[in-house]
Structure formats: C-alpha cells, structure tokens
C-alpha cells in the first residue's frame, strides 16, 4: 500500500477564478465570516498576507473536532490562478510526513472549476487517505461560490 498520495477535488463555480484565487489568497481571513462553522481563524505569521514564502495559521473545525493548521505559501501563479500552501505544523503533521494544499481554478468549457489536490505522505499505513479533509475543502469552495452569488 503506497504511503504517498495524491487526491483531486472538483467544483463547478458560477464566478470567474479571480474571485477565487483572490479570496484564498489575499482575503483568507474573511473566509471565517463566510464559513463560521468551519473555519475560525486565520493569522499571518510572517510575511505579507498572500505572499509566496509568508506562513498562515488556522484555527478549523473537520470532522467536529478543533484543530490548527500551520502553512506556508509556497507558490502562486497569478497567471493559471493557483495557490499551493505546505503545511508545516499542526493537526496534520501529526498523521502526515508532508500534506500540500493546491487551490486552481481553470476553465471547463463555458463553466469555471475550482479544483483541491492534496498531495500527501502518510507516516504509515495505519494512517487514512484524507478523503474527509478533501469533502470538507470542496465544501468550503461551495460556500465560497455561494457567498459570492449573493453579493
């Protein structure tokens, strides 16, 4: 059974990836208002909100339990409108050798399609592939695409 893994999460979004790439990286602190029940907090560190090489902390709720996750931006394409975040400390880290976040948007036909890999090392076998983490990340795109409808 591999200990490394890849799993990919697709979601139809009614708004184009600016918005998208926009809110994750540059105003992650205003998702908790959108998603109160899910994500709590979100702190930069270090750095500059959005920049590569600054490290964000969140306060979440997955799977009814409190946890913290610790992240670094470890690149961004403006461009292809994607964002990958490492995480480096927290609930995950206790499970998983390494765990990267990757958020894109990319066009489907007329339609727009946010797009959660999780990139993944488990320390062993006994530990689960984080299909729960990528359910509840796709959750919180759709709440995302929601919020921005009703504006």
């Known amino acids: 059974m591999a200990l490394s893994g890849k799993l990919i999460g697709y979601v139809e979004i009614s708004k184009t990836g600016d918005f998208f790439h926009d809110m994750i990286r540059h105003t ?3 998702m908790s208002t959108i998603v109160p ?3 709590h907090v979100c702190d930069v560190l270090e750095g500059e909100i959005g920049a590569v090489g600054s490290v964000i902390s969140w306060t979440y709720t997955h799977d009814g339990k409190k946890k913290v996750a610790k992240e670094l931006v470890e690149s961004v394409n403006e461009e292809n409108h994607t964002i990958v ?3 480096i400390g927290g609930d995950l880290v206790e499970e ?3 765990f990267k976040i990757v958020w894109h948007v990319e066009p489907k036909g007329d339609k727009e399609v946010g797009t959660v890999t999780l990139e993944f090392e488990r320390a062993d076998t006994s530990v689960p592939y ?3 983490l990528l359910d509840y990340l796709c959750d919180i795109a759709k ?4 919020h921005n409808n009703a504006k």
């Not at 709440?143 to 929601?146: F, V």
């Open 37 to 39: 029940d899910k994500l």
């Open 85 to 87: 975040l490492k995480v």
């Open 130 to 132: 984080p299909t729960s």
């Open 96 to 98: 998983y050798k390494s």
């Open 143 to 146: 709440d995302m695409d929601a």
């Open 28 to 30: 992650p602190h205003e």
